[in-house]
């Protein structure tokens, strides 16, 4: 099996916080989708004849898009790669851009899955983060899409946001979990080089929330979806039972997936490429019938620390009979080794011989899955 990923980069206007590539040129819509959907054609054979069981509509803000846009898409996926075998196909979307309108139109299109972008229920946050929603706003569109008949809802929200408090996240945690939606991503607040949110770090006027905060805030994600019946089933994904994303959910089990439009990344298991993040140069290569991008041959070594990096932020973690399969001895007594101090310090343990974080563990992830990648 396989997914699409398709990256639409237009956005009304741009969060202080986004590193992702997105431009505000809306008028170049059209030829947008014109130049995508060559792409999609010219990369017919990329995914080797895999099913297509996932498709992703990402950005940027895919909601931007019209019907005529997503079935001229749809129409060229379905004749170039079929669609029978999909089981899931997602759309990102902004709350304020589904109205009833809208959200009739999209159940009138092949979209199984919506993952609104809400971030915080709190509205002097939403203003400084630049989001065009309001709490309002944002509780009303997940009620219309359950109203009028799109039942997998996943919400985005982000915590550690500056001067945040206990009080502000456990308010936006119960307001998220009164939504009762199927599944649930949780992010910590980066600071991104080059954002406008970076400038107002530096420039003193924004400030980051301490570790100890930073840790309170997770502990408290985790406790308060625990108890409502959310499977805690990656670092920063949450669901009802059997509603994770499956599109994610490849990524981090290693299946190949095609990306087209500006900087989308492919995988195909042996190498990545990633197309040119330049919305203008994009639609002029496809114009002409060339692609710019750059593409990686992964070395054995890379391939190991990608699965590491992926499999272990997952409840399921790393199959150490897979990994000794995949990657050999050297690779597999080196894992070994290297987790040793922390199944001693019971931050890992083997569990149906899967090597996975504790929940000790997750608190300190980023450190563990470093220390067991490997580095010459």
């Given at each position: 099996?396989?997914?699409?990923?398709?990256?639409?980069?237009?956005?009304?206007?741009?969060?202080?916080?986004?590193?992702?590539?997105?431009?505000?040129?809306?008028?170049?819509?059209?030829?947008?989708?014109?130049a995508?959907?060559?792409?999609?054609?010219?990369?017919?054979?990329?995914?080797?004849?895999?099913?297509?069981?996932?498709?992703?509509?990402?950005g940027?803000?895919?909601?931007?898009?019209?019907?005529?846009?997503?079935?001229l898409?749809?129409?060229?996926?379905?004749?170039?790669?079929?669609?029978?075998?999909?089981?899931?196909?997602?759309?990102?979307?902004?709350?304020?851009?589904?109205?009833?309108?809208?959200?009739?139109?999209?159940?009138?299109?092949?979209?199984?899955?919506?993952?609104?972008?809400?971030?915080?229920?709190?509205?002097?946050?939403?203003?400084?983060?630049?989001?065009?929603?309001?709490?309002?706003?944002?509780?009303?569109?997940?009620?219309?899409?359950?109203?009028?008949?799109l039942?997998?809802?996943?919400?985005?929200?982000?915590?550690?946001?500056?001067?945040?408090?206990?009080?502000?996240?456990?308010?936006?945690?119960?307001?998220?979990?009164?939504?009762?939606?199927?599944?649930?991503?949780?992010?910590?607040?980066?600071?991104?080089?080059?954002?406008?949110?970076?400038?107002?770090?530096?420039?003193?006027?924004?400030?980051?929330?301490?570790?100890?905060?930073?840790?309170?805030?997770?502990?408290?994600?985790?406790?308060?979806?625990?108890k409502?019946?959310?499977?805690?089933?990656?670092i920063?994904?949450?669901?009802?039972?059997?509603?994770?994303?499956?599109?994610?959910r490849?990524?981090?089990?290693?299946?190949?997936?095609?990306?087209?439009?500006?900087?989308?990344?492919?995988?195909?298991?042996?190498?990545?490429?990633?197309?040119?993040?330049?919305?203008?140069?994009?639609?002029?290569?496809?114009?002409?019938?060339?692609?710019?991008?750059?593409?990686?041959?992964?070395?054995?070594?890379?391939?190991?620390?990608?699965?590491?990096?992926?499999?272990?932020?997952?409840?399921?973690?790393?199959d150490?009979?897979?990994?000794e399969?995949?990657?050999?001895?050297?690779?597999?007594?080196?894992?070994?080794r290297?987790?040793?101090?922390?199944?001693?310090?019971?931050?890992?343990e083997v569990?149906?011989?899967?090597?996975?974080?504790?929940?000790?563990?997750i608190?300190?992830?980023?450190?563990?899955?470093?220390?067991?990648?490997?580095?010459?």
């Amino acid at each position: 099996m396989a997914g699409i990923y398709i990256h639409i980069p237009f956005c009304k206007t741009r969060c202080i916080y986004c590193d992702f590539y997105s431009t505000t040129h809306e008028e170049l819509k059209e030829a947008y989708v014109q130049a995508l959907c060559k792409e999609l054609r010219m990369r017919k054979d990329y995914l080797k004849g895999n099913e297509v069981e996932t498709i992703y509509f990402g950005g940027g803000t895919p909601s931007r898009l019209n019907e005529d846009n997503f079935r001229l898409i749809f129409d060229t996926i379905g004749q170039t790669y079929g669609m029978k075998t999909c089981r899931e196909i997602t759309l990102e979307a902004n709350p304020d851009d589904l109205t009833e309108e809208y959200v009739n139109m999209l159940r009138e299109l092949p979209f199984n899955r919506i993952s609104m972008g809400i971030q915080t229920f709190d509205d002097s946050m939403l203003k400084l983060l630049n989001r065009r929603h309001t709490a309002h706003q944002a509780i009303e569109a997940v009620e219309r899409c359950r109203r009028l008949g799109l039942n997998n809802i996943s919400i985005d929200l982000i915590y550690g946001l500056p001067g945040e408090t206990n009080k502000q996240w456990a308010r936006d945690l119960r307001q998220a979990v009164s939504l009762d939606v199927e599944h649930l991503s949780a992010y910590h607040l980066t600071y991104e080089e080059g954002t406008p949110l970076y400038r107002l770090l530096k420039a003193d006027r924004v400030h980051e929330v301490d570790e100890e905060r930073s840790i309170q805030f997770f502990a408290m994600l985790m406790d308060v979806l625990a108890k409502t019946g959310y499977e805690h089933y990656e670092i920063s994904n949450f669901c009802k039972p059997e509603r994770y994303s499956r599109h994610n959910r490849s990524y981090w089990q290693g299946i190949p997936y095609l990306g087209c439009g500006p900087s989308a990344h492919s995988f195909d298991t042996q190498s990545r490429e990633w197309n040119i993040a330049s919305l203008e140069e994009y639609i002029r290569a496809l114009n002409q019938g060339r692609r710019v991008y750059e593409k990686e041959v992964l070395s054995l070594d890379t391939q190991y620390n990608e699965r590491i990096m992926t499999s272990l932020r997952t409840r399921e973690g790393i199959d150490l009979s897979l990994l000794e399969n995949l990657f050999g001895s050297r690779l597999f007594t080196y894992c070994q080794r290297m987790a040793a101090p922390y199944l001693k310090s019971r931050k890992l343990e083997v569990y149906n011989n899967h090597l996975r974080l504790t929940r000790e563990g997750i608190f300190t992830s980023d450190g563990i899955i470093s220390d067991l990648m490997f580095v010459e």
